[in-house]
C-alpha cells in the first residue's frame, strides 16, 4: 500500500459517467466536492482579501485616499458577507472535512452522497445571489455583515439578493452538517469506537450539531428581515411597534455559536498536526473531546455579549459575561493540551508544523484579547472599535485561516499526490505571518486609543498605527501570493509524494496519494491497540 | 488499479440513516419555528391586550375544522406506511393520496380564510393597519400570516414530497425493503402537523 497512484485510476484521474468538467460538478465523490469546495473557497477568498486590501488603502491616510464614504460602507459589508458566510463557515468543514472525513473514520463515502453534491450547488448559488447584488440594482448592501434592523430594511441599496443569497449559504452548511453527523454516527469502519475516532472528526462532529441547531434561527431571522422590506410586517421595525434588539439577539443566537463553527474544526486540524510533527501521543485525547463538545454546547449561551451596549438588563449582562468567560475554559485546556504535547516530542519542523505553532500563538493573543471585550467594564470602552475588529481578525483569519493553510499544507501530498516546495512554503509562511502581524496588532492600540471600526475616515492622531496596518496588508498579500503560486504549481507539477510522508497514524495515511476512488480496497479494521495517535 | 477506469460508487443505501438524517432535518425545522415562537413570546409579554382583541379577529370554525382534518392526515399518513410494511403497496398508494387531498383541503380553507381577512383590509403594510390599529395588532397580524404562511409552504413542500414517494411506489422504487421515502414523507408530515397544533392555540384560541 505504500505506493505513489500519480497514474493509476484515484479519484482525480478516475472517468465516471460524465466526462470533463461534468465529471467534477455533477460527481457524488466527496474528495471531488472536497476539491470543489476548495476551489470555490478559494476564489472567494481571494476576493474577500483584494477589498480588505482596498480598505486598508484608504486608510493609508485620513480622509479620502481612494473611495468614497458609501464605497468603503458597501466594501466591508461585502468583504464581511464573502469571508464570513462563504469563507470561514464553509472552510474547513467542507473542504478538509469532505475530503478526509470519510477516509478517517474508514468509510467510503459520507452517508448521503447526493445530499453532499446537493451542497455544493447550494453554496454555488447563493455566492451568486451575493455577487447578484453587487451588480444589479440600487447599489451594493452596505450594512455591515450583520445585516442589523432597521437600517437592513431602510437602506436603498439592493438588499435582497444578499439576504436570500446568506439564507441559501446556511442551508448548504445545514446540509453539509446533517451529512457529516449521519456519517459519523453510521459509517465507522470496523473497531472505531467513539474514543478512538481522530481529534479532527470529532471537532467536525461538534461543528455539525451547531450547522445544524443553529443555523435554522439566523435563516428564518433573514427571512424575517426580507419580509420586512417588501412587505412591511413590522416584526423588527421600531415604528410599528417591532423592536431591533430582538433581531440583534436572534441573529447572534446563531452567529455566535457560528464563530465556533469556524474555530472548532480549525482547532481539529491543529490537533492533527501537532502530533504528527511531534511524533507523540497527543497528550489530553479524552480532555481535547470533552472541551470540543464543551465549546459547542457553551458556545450557545454566549451571543448577548455582542450587545453589551445595545440595551440589555443589568443582570443579563453578567450572565452573558460570566459565560463568556467560561467559554474560554475548554480553549485554554486545547492550548494546553497542544503545548503538552510538543513537550519532549520529536520534533519534525515542517510547514504545517510553522502553521500550527503560529496559529497557536495568534489564536492566544485572539482569545485574550477575547476577555477584555467579555468584561462588562473594559466593553464598554472598546465596543465597536478597531480593537474589535483585530480580536475578531486574530481569531478567525488568525485562527481559522491559519489552521486552513495549515492543513492544506499538511494534506496536500495525499490530496493531489504530489509535494509542495518545502522552501518557497515556508517563505511564504514567514512573510504572511510577518505581515498579519504587523497588520492586525497596530489596530489593537488603535482601538484603545479610541478609533472606531467601519469608518473610511480618521482622526490625524491614528495616522500612525494606520500606516503600519496598511503595510502589513501589502506584506501578508506578498506572503498569500507567494503561497498560492507554490502550491498551484506543485499540484501540477511537484514531486510524486509518498503515501505517508509525515508519518501520520490516521487512515488517510494508509492509503495511497492521492487516494483511490473508492478509497480502500476493502474496508479497514481498527484492532483493540490501534488508535489515531499510536507512536511507539 | 491501472484499468480501473468506469467506477461505479456502490448503492449505500442504509434505512437507518435515513431516518436519522430526517430527524436532524426536523431539529432544523423546529429551530426555525422556534425562532418565531420565541418572536411571539416576546410580542405577547409586551402587547397583551392588542394580542387578545386581534386573536378574537380569526375564525375559530375554520381553524378546528384545519386542526381537525391534520390530524386525520396524520393518520392515514401513519396508515399508509404501516400498509406498505405489511406489504400493501396499493393500499399505501391510496393512503398517501388521500392525505395528499387533505392537505389540499386544508390549504383551500387557508386561502378563504386569508381572503376574508384581505377583504377586511387586514395584510401586512395595509392602509387600515397602517391606520388604524395599534401597534400590539400590527405584529400580531404581520407574525399570523409569517406563521401561517411559512407552515402553509411547509404543507405544500410536504405534499410535494408525497408525490415523489406515490412515484416511487407505483414505479416499484419504494417497497418494503426500502421504505425510507414513504416513511421520511410521514416523519415530515407529522412535523407539519404539530407545528400547526401549536400554532391553533397560541393564534385562535388563548385570549
Known sequence: ?536 | MEHAHHVEHPDMYDAESSKVGMWLFIFTELLLFGALFVIYAVYRYMNPEAFHLAGEELNRVIGTVNTVILLISSMTIAMATTALQKGQRNVAIALVSVTFVIGLAFLVNKYFEWGVKFSHGIWPGSEHMMNEMSHGEVLFFGLYFVMTGLHALHIIIGMAIMVFAVRGLVRGKVHPDRPSLLDNCGLYWHLVDLIWIFLFPLFYLIH
Not at chain 1, 61 to 70: S, Y
Open chain 1, 1 to 536: 500500500m505504500q505506493t505513489t497512484a500519480v497514474n493509476g485510476a484515484n479519484y482525480l484521474t478516475y472517468q465516471g459517467k460524465y466526462k470533463g468538467l461534468l465529471g467534477w460538478i455533477l460527481s457524488t465523490d466527496h474528495k471531488r466536492i472536497g476539491l470543489l469546495y476548495l476551489y470555490s473557497i478559494a476564489t472567494m477568498f481571494t476576493t474577500g482579501v483584494l477589498l480588505g486590501l482596498a480598505m486598508k488603502f484608504e486608510l493609508l491616510a485620513p480622509g479620502k485616499t481612494i473611495m468614497e464614504a458609501q464605497t468603503y460602507n458597501s466594501v466591508f459589508t461585502v468583504h464581511g458577507v464573502i469571508m464570513i458566510f462563504m469563507v470561514v463557515v464553509p472552510g474547513l468543514p467542507a473542504v478538509f472535512g469532505n475530503l478526509m472525513l470519510p477516509i478517517m473514520i474508514g468509510a467510503r463515502d459520507v452517508a448521503f452522497p447526493k445530499l453532499n453534491l446537493l451542497s455544493w450547488w447550494l453554496y454555488v448559488a447563493g455566492v451568486f445571489l451575493v455577487l447578484a447584488a453587487l451588480l444589479f440594482g440600487k447599489g451594493s448592501p452596505d450594512t455591515g455583515w450583520t445585516f442589523y434592523a432597521p437600517y437592513s430594511f431602510k437602506t436603498g441599496t439592493n438588499m435582497l439578493p444578499a439576504i436570500f443569497g446568506a439564507f441559501v449559504l446556511g442551508f448548504s452548511s445545514i446540509l453539509t452538517g446533517l451529512n457529516f453527523l449521519v456519517t459519523i454516527h453510521r459509517l465507522r469502519c470496523k473497531g472505531m469506537k467513539w474514543m478512538k475516532l481522530p481529534l479532527f472528526v470529532w471537532t467536525l462532529y461538534g461543528t455539525a450539531w451547531i450547522q445544524l441547531l443553529a443555523t435554522p434561527v439566523v435563516g428564518i431571522t433573514l427571512v424575517l428581515v426580507a419580509l420586512e422590506r417588501v412587505f412591511g410586517v413590522g416584526i423588527f421595525d421600531p415604528a410599528l411597534g417591532g423592536d431591533p434588539i430582538l433581531y440583534q439577539h436572534l441573529f447572534w443566537i446563531y452567529s455566535h455559536p457560528a464563530v465556533y463553527i469556524m474555530i472548532l474544526p480549525a482547532m481539529g486540524a491543529i490537533s492533527e498536526i501537532i502530533p504528527t510533527f511531534a511524533q507523540k501521543h497527543i497528550f489530553g485525547y479524552k480532555a481535547l473531546i470533552a472541551s470540543t463538545m464543551a465549546i459547542a454546547f457553551v458556545g450557545y449561551l454566549v451571543w448577548g455579549h455582542h450587545m453589551f451596549t445595545a440595551g440589555m438588563s443589568g443582570t443579563a449582562q453578567y450572565y452573558f459575561s460570566l459565560l463568556t468567560f467560561i467559554v474560554a475554559i475548554p480553549s485554554a485546556i486545547k492550548v494546553f493540551n497542544w503545548i503538552s504535547t510538543l513537550y519532549k516530542g520529536s520534533i519534525n519542523v515542517q510547514t504545517p508544523f510553522y502553521w500550527a505553532v503560529s496559529f497557536i500563538f495568534v489564536f492566544m493573543i485572539g482569545g485574550l484579547s477575547g476577555l477584555v471585550l467579555g468584561a462588562l467594564a473594559t466593553d464598554v470602552h472598546v465596543h465597536d472599535t478597531a480593537f474589535v475588529v483585530a480580536h475578531f481578525h486574530y481569531i478567525v483569519f488568525g485562527g481559522t485561516g491559519f489552521a486552513f493553510f495549515a492543513a492544506i499544507h499538511y494534506w496536500f501530498p495525499k490530496i493531489f499526490g504530489r509535494m509542495y516546495d518545502k522552501a518557497w512554503a515556508n517563505t511564504g509562511w514567514l512573510v504572511f505571518f510577518v505581515g498579519f502581524l504587523a497588520l492586525y496588532t497596530p489596530m489593537f492600540y488603535l482601538g484603545m486609543m479610541g478609533m472606531p471600526r467601519r469608518y473610511y475616515d480618521y482622526l490625524e492622531e491614528f495616522h500612525g498605527g494606520n500606516i503600519l496596518s496598511t503595510f502589513g496588508s501589502w506584506v501578508l498579500v506578498t506572503g498569500f501570493i507567494i503561497i498560492v503560486v507554490n502550491l498551484v504549481r506543485s499540484a501540477r507539477k511537484g514531486a510524486p509524494a509518498e503515501a505517508n510522508p509525515w508519518h501520520g497514524r490516521t487512515l488517510e495515511w494508509t492509503v495511497p496519494s492521492p487516494p483511490p476512488v473508492l478509497n480502500f480496497d476493502e474496508e479497514p479494521v481498527l484492532g483493540e491497540k490501534d488508535g489515531p495517535y499510536n507512536y511507539e
